[in-house]
């Protein structure tokens, strides 16, 4: 089979978005298919400007104006076009006489724009822009969700049962083969990172610094386990806000914090092999992958009872509120017990069975070969 895979513009740097098609250009190829990956090329976006706003619009014109020129010529060679991902729903107007399906990672932006307390709000244009996104993806052939919280987030926003119809769900699987490493090869790679101390613990953080994603909670949390356990607190991904540097410092924990800014997948595997605890106090999730990369690296974790995250950990992790940030800190004291520790990691290594590659290609496999049979 012809797949066209659409991807998305690169200078947005949506990380887990581009690795996302890139696992699933990977997957179809091994099983024999025939893959195009297909993305906005930024051309008056690559000016150097320093104004944020400008280079917003710069990336529409490349993204609006110039890509559906290149999409309308790639989408001839295609049996099916699977966009993968729902912020570019809007490229399925080209697509009516194309099998074709979108994966719809999470509504929080689109949530937000209506007025939800998702921490995505949105300026007028990012109103405009999201219900576009959302009008997009009803029009749609199929529309797949990574978690049942997303799924009923879009069932909710497009109450209509001819387009309920449409919607399926596909779990993610792990978008990079981490795993339980060697303790030897796991400092050697950690080696470089100057302030960290290996004789000490470290509590890991990884993603963005989004409000969404609660920092500043973690702060707060380290902040009340700090005369009781002596370690560290490692931020991986984006670097901290300055009001988050200044909460740290408020909180008298500047110097226990480490920032990792965008480690790439062996360092990232590292540290997830070397962490005492993942902890993940997120407030909103589409799915939450870096949960199920700490646990296929042995590593036990504490997060909220948020959207996605209970379904996608399901009984191997310690949940909290997220107001509960005394509870999140007992939580973390707790797994100072060996056997307590020890079952949380099993547990993990047991969950992650559920978000295999394999699964996920098999299942995107079956809904191409539904889409084109009903051509």
Same mark, same amino acid.
């Given at each position: 089979?012809?797949?066209?895979?659409?991807?998305?513009?690169?200078?947005?740097?949506?990380?887990?978005?581009?690795?996302?098609?890139?696992?699933?250009?990977?997957?179809?190829?091994?099983?024999?298919?025939?893959?195009?990956?297909?993305?906005?090329?930024?051309?008056?976006?690559?000016?150097?400007?320093?104004?944020?706003?400008?280079?917003?619009?710069?990336?529409?014109?490349?993204?609006?104006l110039l890509f559906p020129q290149q999409l309308c010529q790639a989408i001839a060679w295609a049996d099916v076009v699977h966009i993968c991902d729902h912020s570019n729903a809007m490229y399925a107007k080209y697509l009516e006489n194309v099998p074709h399906l979108v994966t719809c990672h999470d509504l929080l932006a689109v949530r937000g724009a209506l007025g939800d307390d998702t921490d995505c709000p949105a300026s007028m244009t990012g109103k405009v822009l999201q219900n576009w996104i959302l009008k997009s993806l009803q029009k749609s052939q199929m529309v797949v969700c990574v978690s049942s919280s997303t799924k009923h987030d879009l069932e909710k926003l497009i109450e209509n049962s001819l387009f309920t119809k449409k919607i399926r769900l596909v779990l993610?699987?792990?978008?990079?083969?981490?795993?339980?490493?060697?303790?030897?090869?796991?400092?050697?790679?950690?080696?470089?990172?100057?302030?960290?101390?290996?004789?000490?613990?470290?509590?890991?953080?990884?993603?963005?610094?989004?409000?969404?994603?609660?920092?500043?909670?973690?702060?707060?949390?380290?902040?009340?386990?700090?005369?009781?356990?002596?370690?560290? &607190?490692?931020?991986?991904?984006?670097?901290?806000?300055? =009001?988050? !540097?200044?909460?740290?410092? /408020? $909180?008298? @924990?500047?110097?226990?914090?480490?920032?990792?800014?965008?480690?790439?997948?062996?360092?990232?595997?590292?540290?997830?092999?070397?962490?005492?605890?993942?902890?993940?106090?997120?407030?909103?999730?589409?799915?939450?992958?870096?949960?199920?990369?700490?646990?296929?690296?042995?590593?036990?974790?504490?997060?909220?009872?948020?959207?996605?995250?209970?379904?996608?950990?399901?009984?191997?992790?310690?949940?909290?509120?997220?107001?509960?940030?005394?509870?999140?800190?007992?939580?973390?004291?707790?797994?100072?017990?060996?056997?307590?520790?020890?079952?949380?990691?099993?547990?993990? &290594?047991?969950?992650?069975?559920?978000?295999?590659?394999? =699964?996920? !290609?098999?299942?995107?496999? /079956? $809904?191409? @070969?539904?889409?084109?049979?009903?051509?």
């Amino acid at each position: 089979m012809k797949i066209l895979l659409l991807g998305n513009y690169l200078p947005d740097r949506q990380e887990s978005m581009l690795r996302f098609a890139q696992i699933l250009q990977t997957g179809l190829t091994q099983r024999g298919h025939e893959v195009r990956l297909v993305q906005p090329q930024p051309i008056f976006g690559k000016l150097k400007l320093s104004s944020f706003g400008l280079v917003k619009w710069l990336g529409y014109i490349d993204k609006f104006l110039l890509f559906p020129q290149q999409l309308c010529q790639a989408i001839a060679w295609a049996d099916v076009v699977h966009i993968c991902d729902h912020s570019n729903a809007m490229y399925a107007k080209y697509l009516e006489n194309v099998p074709h399906l979108v994966t719809c990672h999470d509504l929080l932006a689109v949530r937000g724009a209506l007025g939800d307390d998702t921490d995505c709000p949105a300026s007028m244009t990012g109103k405009v822009l999201q219900n576009w996104i959302l009008k997009s993806l009803q029009k749609s052939q199929m529309v797949v969700c990574v978690s049942s919280s997303t799924k009923h987030d879009l069932e909710k926003l497009i109450e209509n049962s001819l387009f309920t119809k449409k919607i399926r769900l596909v779990l993610n699987g792990l978008n990079y083969s981490y795993k339980q490493i060697y303790r030897d090869e796991v400092d050697s790679r950690l080696a470089n990172i100057i302030e960290l101390d290996l004789s000490k613990p470290f509590i890991l953080n990884v993603g963005s610094s989004l409000k969404r994603k609660n920092r500043d909670g973690i702060m707060r949390i380290f902040s009340k386990i700090k005369e009781q356990w002596d370690g560290q &607190l490692i931020f991986a991904g984006e670097a901290l806000t300055t =009001e988050q !540097i200044q909460l740290a410092e /408020q $909180l008298n @924990i500047k110097e226990q914090i480490i920032q990792i800014i965008k480690p790439d997948n062996n360092l990232l595997e590292a540290l997830y092999n070397r962490a005492f605890v993942f902890l993940f106090p997120s407030k909103c999730e589409g799915f939450g992958w870096p949960v199920i990369e700490a646990q296929a690296c042995g590593c036990p974790v504490i997060c909220s009872d948020r959207t996605s995250l209970p379904e996608v950990v399901g009984d191997s992790a310690l949940m909290r509120s997220i107001e509960d940030e005394s509870g999140f800190a007992e939580d973390i004291l707790r797994l100072v017990d060996p056997v307590e520790r020890h079952l949380w990691i099993q547990k993990g &290594l047991n969950n992650i069975k559920r978000f295999t590659l394999d =699964e996920m !290609i098999d299942q995107y496999n /079956q $809904l191409y @070969i539904e889409l084109v049979k009903y051509k």
